[in-house]
Nanobody
Framework: QVRIVESGGGLVQPGGSLRLSCGFS????????MGWHRQAPGKQRDHVAV???????NYADSVKGRFTISSDNAENTVYLQMKSLKPEDTAVYYC??????????WGRGTQVTVSS
């Protein structure tokens, strides 16, 4: 099992930036993909960004060009750099890690609020 702890959420004005961090521990050797989903009030949880073990990335169309996912393998940490934030980016952001046995581990989430 992979344990996940997210940090970095908060309140930011439209156009601002935030960086989310996601630390992994436990069965980290089994991790294949790492990524972020988000869930706004009353909506389903949606894909935001994912980074594979080989470093390849994929982004939701709504965040392309504004968000960047990266990983620090030495620190077992994944980052989500968010720029040009919009009110519609307001959501709880959940980090996840996929294991090679097909199981997805989730963090508890961190709130991001974009408001003036």
């Amino acid at each position: 099992q992979v344990r996940i702890v997210e940090s970095g959420g908060g309140l930011v004005q439209p156009g601002g930036s935030l960086r989310l961090s996601c630390g992994f521990s436990g069965s980290i050797f089994s991790i294949t993909n790492m990524g972020w989903h988000r869930q706004a009030p009353g909506k389903q949880r949606d894909h935001v960004a994912v980074i594979a073990k080989d470093g390849s990335t994929n982004y939701a169309d709504s965040v392309k060009g504004r968000f960047t996912i990266s990983s620090d393998n030495a620190e077992n940490t994944v980052y989500l750099q968010m720029k040009s934030l919009k009110p519609e980016d307001t959501a709880v952001y959940y980090c996840y890690a996929d294991e090679d046995v097909g199981f997805r581990n989730w963090g508890r989430g961190t709130q991001v609020t974009v408001s003036s």
